[in-house]
Antibody, heavy 117, light 109 residues
Framework: EEQLVESGGGLVQPGWSLRLSCATS????????MAWVRQTPGKGLEWVAT????????FYLDSVKGRFTVSRDNAKNSLFLQMNSVRVDDTAVYYC??????????WGQGSLVTVSS | EILMTQSPATLSVSPGQRATLSCRAS??????LAWYQQKPGQAPRLLIS???TRATGIPARFSGSGSGTEFTLTISSLQSEDFGVYYC???????????FGQGTTLEIK
């Protein structure tokens, strides 16, 4: 069974840090680019970051550049998102997703991040 | 940034009828378009990529068409399980700067 399971979400104060993890199983991980996509009621779905197969190339939404860092551990079939200096408008459900030719063919169930004082 | 605009915002269709959802890009994206279905409390599910190629396991009643700036998702004979929110996504940009439409809510009449 294909599974992507996010963890690490929660309530944090503005300016704090948070690290999201995504453990995958049952899917090919090491040969695929991976991504983080977030969703809010107000802004809908929003792509956040993408990482290539070996972690050398990383791409980010402009509003998170310099604050978020995507990484992966191919030995553990896992994806990560380090979120620093979080802001209220980073509040969202964060999904990890596998990229297949730039569309997203597998998604996790999502992890809620709430940024509030 | 390429803006994606979906219409209508909400669509009510009776079972067995055809549903047609539209997506417009603010500039040409060739066929670099995907469609997703999302049900409450669930992650999005890929339906169509490359504007017209069904993803694995997606029923044949779902079809996608279009290129350039105008795209359509058609559900030929609506089933009760097809309710949900449908999103389009473009992936033309390089380096990646993927954007989604705001969604069309499909209600079963």
């Amino acid at each position: 069974e294909e599974q992507l399971v996010e963890s690490g979400g929660g309530l944090v104060q503005p300016g704090w840090s948070l690290r999201l993890s995504c453990a995958t199983s049952g899917i090919s991980f090491t040969n695929y680019w991976m991504a983080w996509v977030r969703q809010t009621p107000g802004k809908g779905l929003e792509w956040v970051a993408t990482i290539d197969v070996d972690g050398r190339e990383k791409f980010y939404l402009d509003s998170v550049k310099g604050r978020f860092t995507v990484s992966r551990d191919n030995a553990k079939n896992s994806l990560f998102l380090q979120m620093n200096s979080v802001r209220v408008d980073d509040t969202a459900v964060y999904y990890c997703a596998r990229e297949a030719h730039s569309s997203f063919d597998y998604w996790g169930q999502g992890s809620l991040v709430t940024v509030s004082s | 940034e390429i803006l994606m605009t979906q219409s209508p915002a909400t669509l009510s269709v009776s079972p067995g009828q055809r549903a047609t959802l539209s997506c417009r890009a603010s500039q040409s994206i060739s066929n670099k378009l995907a469609w997703y279905q999302q049900k409450p409390g669930q992650a999005p599910r890929l339906l169509i990529s490359g504007a017209s190629t069904r993803a694995t396991g997606i029923p044949a009643r779902f079809s996608g068409s279009g290129s350039g700036t105008e795209f359509t998702l058609t559900i030929s004979s609506l089933q009760s399980e097809d309710f949900g929110v449908y999103y389009c996504q473009q992936y033309k940009n390089w380096p990646p700067m993927y954007t989604f439409g705001q969604g069309t809510t499909l209600e079963i009449k």
